[in-house]
């Protein structure tokens, strides 16, 4: 059974920052690429970043957090993170892992994820 388990959020003021993680298991993690979405109250879904296959894959970052977010990925893990620094209101959203079986991960749209975790929410208010 696949299992994705995203952790790491919370309540962070904003210019703070948040690590995510998101934990893997039933799936060969180097098969797949990573995706993180996320979806405020109200809005659509939307893709953030990606990471392909290996552990120093290909990466794409929606424009809104280019510079201020970074994906990673530990194989030997099976864990992928996503650490967001510079936080602003407008981060806020319940934040998603997904995986999908491409070895290139973007475009980060909802349909080519096939494996998604449950979410964590990430509030970025004073």
């Known amino acids: 059974q696949v299992q994705l388990v995203e952790s790491g959020g919370g309540l962070v003021q904003p210019g703070g920052a948040l690590r995510l993680s998101c934990a893997l298991s039933?799936?060969?993690?180097?098969?797949?690429?990573i995706g993180w979405f996320r979806q405020a109250p109200g809005k659509e879904r939307e893709g953030v970043t990606c990471?392909?296959?290996?552990?120093?894959?290909?990466?794409y970052y929606a424009d809104s957090v280019k510079g201020r977010f970074a994906i990673s990925r530990d194989n030997a893990k099976s864990m992928v993170y996503l650490q967001m620094n510079s936080l602003k209101p407008e981060d806020t959203a319940v934040y998603y892992c997904?995986?999908?079986?491409?070895?290139?991960?973007?475009?980060?749209?909802?349909?080519?994820?096939?494996?998604w975790g449950q979410g964590t929410q990430v509030t970025v208010s004073s």
């Open positions: 039933g799936l060969m993690m180097n098969y797949y690429s």
């Open positions: 997904a995986a999908n079986l491409r070895n290139v991960c973007y475009p980060v749209v909802s349909e080519r994820y096939t494996y």
């Open positions: 990471i392909g296959r290996s552990s120093y894959g290909n990466t």
